[in-house]
């Protein structure tokens, strides 16, 4: 690899651990994102089981 793009290499990197390391903060405990986006993950996956159980209905009717 030529040293250019090493270096182009290297920034993309470097701008990478940046994004790290602010979704790091911003998902710190006190900041309360964490306990928001875990009770969205939660409410998703019952909505998701609900909607599978409404499938698994019709096509229970659809083929007795």
């Given at each position: 690899?030529?040293?250019?793009?090493?270096?182009?290499?290297?920034?993309?990197?470097?701008?990478?651990?940046?994004?790290?390391?602010?979704?790091?903060?911003?998902?710190?405990?006190?900041?309360?994102?964490?306990?928001?986006?875990?009770?969205n993950?939660?409410?998703?996956?019952?909505?998701?089981?609900?909607?599978?159980?409404?499938?698994?209905?019709?096509?229970?009717?659809?083929?007795?």
């Amino acid at each position: 690899m030529d040293r250019h793009r090493v270096e182009q290499a290297v920034r993309r990197i470097e701008v990478a651990l940046g994004r790290i390391e602010a979704a790091a903060v911003s998902f710190a405990p006190n900041s309360g994102a964490a306990t928001r986006l875990a009770n969205n993950h939660h409410a998703l996956r019952e909505e998701v089981a609900a909607t599978l159980r409404d499938l698994d209905e019709l096509i229970e009717r659809l083929n007795p």
